[in-house]
């Protein structure tokens, strides 16, 4: 387990993130056991923080309980990643449509930046900050969606499939696929075509889904 320097004022909140973020890099494995014990002298947070912490993860997905040993790492199988993603395409769909259709001046300047990080980013060959920068756009397009409900089930069922996805990103190849799948939603929500935004989103997710079952 990774060692972080103590920060005894952990709160429950903040203990939760760091939790996830060591779960979304790979620090904590698939699997891994979850000790309290452990968890708190790591993250220098009191147990009461670490059990709070641990509660909020099971909720997300994230982890699970195992009775009488704790908790550990779940591990998402292909087909249940596959299956979240095939929820997501109905809900980043919507939300990509409600950013077109209500856009502002400063969400538009926004994406229109985030735009041009994103080709530079292939074109540097940088694809850990093309994966951040795809995590900023999923991000935006959520926010600015306006629509709470689909904002969070997004936020929640994107924690659980964000491993398989990291994997994606290294893919050979792939940088070159999806980066234009992301500028033509991005180009449509800029052009404010509710329709144009929808399918891009909806097309996009499904090519994950379909590399997902040929990686298997």
Not at 6 to 24: M, N, Q
Not at 123 to 150: F, K, P, W
Not at 174 to 185: G, T, V
């Amino acid at each position: 387990m990774t060692t972080l320097e103590p920060a005894p004022t952990t709160t429950a909140s903040a203990l939760t993130g760091r939790i996830r973020d060591a779960i979304l890099r790979g620090d904590l494995a698939p699997n891994q056991r979850l000790i309290e014990a452990d968890l708190s002298e790591s993250y220098g947070a009191t147990r009461a923080a670490v059990r709070t912490a641990l509660g909020t993860l099971a909720g997300e997905g994230l982890i699970e309980r195992l009775p009488n040993r704790g908790a550990r790492v779940r591990a998402l199988t292909v087909d249940e990643a596959i299956e979240i993603i095939e929820v997501r395409i109905g809900l980043e769909s919507l939300c990509a449509r409600k950013t077109a259709e209500r856009l502002t001046a400063a969400q538009a300047d926004a994406l229109r930046a985030l735009r041009d990080e994103i080709i530079d980013a292939v074109a540097a060959g940088d694809l850990i900050e093309y994966s951040r920068l795809n995590q900023e756009m999923d991000r935006l397009l959520r926010e600015d969606s306006g629509h709470a409900t689909a904002t969070a089930l997004l936020e929640r069922l994107r924690a659980q499939t964000a491993r398989h996805q990291f994997r994606l990103a290294f893919h050979p190849g792939r940088a070159a696929q999806s980066a234009p799948e992301h500028i033509a939603i991005i180009d449509a929500v800029l052009a404010q075509d509710a329709d144009a935004a929808e399918a891009a989103t909806r097309a996009h997710l499904e090519g994950i889904a379909a590399l997902l079952r040929a990686l298997d």
